[in-house]
C-alpha cells in the first residue's frame, strides 16, 4: 500500500510558477512509475507528466510541454511537478498517481491550482 499526499497548490497570476509536490509513504516509492493527472471543472482527469522509476525517462501532454517539469527524489520518496509560465487553462485540482506497467494503482487526493489572468 502506497499513500501520497500532495502540496503546493494556490492562487497564482497568469505568467507565474508554482512546485507541486507528492510525498509517498512505504519503502517500494522507487519500484513505481509516478504521474502527474490534473481534473478541471466538468472536464475529464488528463494526464499531464509522466516519470519513471529511476527518473530517467519523462513525458508530458502537448499543452504543458516546455512549461511544466517532473522530478523525483526517490530518497525522499517525493515526486515534484514545477510549472512554469502558468494559464488561466491550467486551473485544475492536481493529482499524483503512482502507477505500474502502466496501471494506475494509488491516487493522492489532489490539491488544487488557480490561475488568475
Known amino acids: 500500500q502506497v499513500q501520497l499526499v500532495e502540496s503546493g497548490g494556490g492562487l497564482v497570476q497568469a505568467g507565474g510558477s508554482l512546485r507541486l509536490s507528492c510525498a509517498a509513504s512505504?519503502?517500494?516509492?522507487?519500484?513505481?512509475?509516478m504521474a502527474w493527472f490534473r481534473q478541471a471543472p466538468g472536464k475529464e482527469r488528463e494526464l499531464v507528466a509522466t516519470?519513471?522509476?529511476?527518473?530517467?525517462?519523462?513525458d508530458y501532454a502537448d499543452s504543458v510541454k516546455g512549461r511544466f517539469t517532473i522530478s523525483r527524489d526517490n530518497v525522499k520518496n517525493t515526486v515534484y511537478l514545477q510549472m512554469n509560465s502558468l494559464k488561466p487553462e491550467d486551473t485544475a485540482v492536481y493529482y499524483c498517481?503512482?502507477?505500474?506497467?502502466?496501471?494506475?494503482?494509488?491516487w493522492g487526493r489532489g490539491t488544487q491550482v488557480t490561475v488568475s489572468s
Open positions: 512505504g519503502r517500494t516509492f522507487s519500484t513505481y512509475n
Open positions: 498517481n503512482a502507477q505500474r506497467f502502466g496501471v494506475s494503482l494509488y
Open positions: 516519470i519513471g522509476d529511476a527518473g530517467d525517462s519523462t
